[in-house]
């Protein structure tokens, strides 16, 4: 069975930074991407940002372009997603999310979709005060 375990939330300050991880762990397994997914209270669950390795295509909700960088290692399926000038607004339970990868097919699939990843971790709180 694979998991993904985040780390790196808390309580942070308007305008502060904060770097969330996401490692997975269990059987051996390779993915074509990561990706962050956020839901706030009495909100929708909705796609932060997304990377696909093998094409090297990233996405990122309009909310955070310029604040959020999505990065990791392939090898290690680890996501990293690195938040600077964080809002109020950022508020939310951030999930990490894994596309498990069918060797030797390259695929093209919609980053910000949900139901396009297979695995996915139990959340970190992110809380940015005012």
């Known amino acids: 069975q694979v998991q993904l375990v985040e780390s790196g939330g808390g309580l942070v300050q308007a305008g502060g930074s904060l770097r969330l991880s996401c490692a997975a762990s269990?059987?051996?397994?390779?993915?074509?991407?990561m990706g962050w997914f956020r839901q706030a209270p009495g909100k929708e669950r909705e796609a932060v940002a997304a990377i696909n390795w093998s094409l090297g295509s990233t996405y990122y909700t309009e909310s955070v372009k310029g604040r959020f960088t999505i990065s990791g290692d392939n090898a290690k399926n680890t996501v990293y997603l690195q938040m600077n000038n964080l809002k109020p607004e950022d508020t939310a339970v951030y999930y990490c999310a894994a596309k498990s990868r069918k060797l030797g097919v390259v695929l093209v699939y919609p980053l910000a979709v949900g139901a396009q990843y297979d695995y996915w971790g139990q959340g970190t709180q992110v809380t940015v005060s005012s």
């Open positions: 269990g059987r051996t397994f390779s993915t074509y991407g």
